[in-house]
């Protein structure tokens, strides 16, 4: 099959006229459920085997496991998700043709887990205290930053076993200010209620970056995106997100896998060598953004173009 003769999975100009508008895009489906299931299988029992990871097993934290960021560089299953074309079509459509992934995180949520606080991420500074992606400031307007994160739900996500809830249209306008510092303390998790509802942020109170104290987040504005295994959404960072706690059976549990994507133009982890977040931290020695379409010509990231395994990341042409 030639390039031309492709299924080219863009969003069409309504579809890109919707995501302005309201900061997300989904759920779209990615994986039949039964295809999805048998992944996710196969990915678990890789897991365990940290021969090759980029990251250390002392970087496991107590709130967060960030030694299990950017698996994709070792696991062949998570390098071809990110480089799945039903997903980097779409986000190319929105970004541009030149795009770099730039992490993948794990996310989940087990019987009794607290809620996820709302929040917004524009440089992603909240836990790191350190920007971790910085745009350039074109035209001397003020750099909009945020990523576009494709979060995939690898088992079921319902209401019961702690969902994404999501507001739409928020994304234009930051409530969060990610230069002030939030307080590290894992005692928080899963004892605390805000309006009502047990939620944290992995050890940390995200209501502590608020640019006003006394602001409330206009929970009447959200709803909670279901969705089955196999199917994603696309959003902005800076789009007002959280999620429900788990209050389902002790035998379901939530997984959701977030991939990141940003333009070439965007430097990433800007000066810095070490990540602190979450009661944990890792070193980038062995880290390098993952070219998954187009080219880059500002040549200002290290790029992986191969996994540790010798997975080939080849980018979509166009």
């Not at 910085?134 to 990523?147: H, K, N, Q, R, V």
């Not at 187009?294 to 173009?305: P, Q, R, S």
């Amino acid at each position: 099959m030639t390039i031309s003769q492709e299924t080219d999975y863009r969003l069409s100009a309504e579809e890109l006229a919707r995501f302005e508008r309201d900061g997300f895009i989904g759920p779209i489906k990615i994986f039949e459920p039964e295809e999805m299931t048998e992944r996710w299988k196969s990915i678990r029992r890789q897991l365990p085997d940290r021969s090759l990871a980029i990251y250390p097993d002392d970087a496991l934290s107590s709130g967060t496991n960030i030694s299990n960021y950017d698996r994709h560089l070792d696991v062949d299953l998570l390098s071809e998700h990110i480089m799945n074309r039903r997903i980097v079509d779409r986000v190319a459509s929105i970004l541009g043709p030149d795009v770099l992934c730039w992490r993948t995180e794990f996310f989940p949520k087990y019987p009794g887990d607290e809620g996820t606080d709302w929040h917004q991420a524009a440089t992603f500074a909240n836990a790191s205290k350190k920007p971790q992606i910085m745009w350039p400031a074109e035209d001397s307007e003020i750099p909009f930053g945020g990523t576009i994160t494709v979060w995939t739900a690898f088992t079921d996500s319902t209401k019961e076993n702690g969902c994404l809830q999501l507001m739409p249209g928020t994304h234009r306008e930051m409530n969060y200010d990610e230069s002030k510092a939030m307080d590290y303390d894992p005692d928080a998790i899963n004892s605390r209620e805000k309006e009502g509802v047990k939620r944290g942020f992995f050890g940390y109170d995200y209501r502590q970056l608020q640019k006003d104290p006394n602001w409330k987040p206009d929970e009447s504005q959200a709803f909670p995106l279901v969705m089955k295994r196999g199917e994603c959404v696309i959003f902005w960072s800076t789009l007002m997100h959280a999620s429900l706690p788990h209050t389902g059976s002790r035998k379901d549990y939530r997984m959701g896998f977030a991939a990141r994507y940003v333009p070439t133009k965007v430097k990433i982890y800007p000066d810095t060598d070490q990540v602190a977040e979450y009661g944990g931290g890792i070193t980038l020695d062995n880290y390098g953004a993952v070219l998954v379409s187009g080219e880059d010509t500002y040549k200002i990231n290290t790029i992986a173009t191969h996994s540790r395994r010798g997975y080939a990341f080849t980018p979509r042409r166009w």
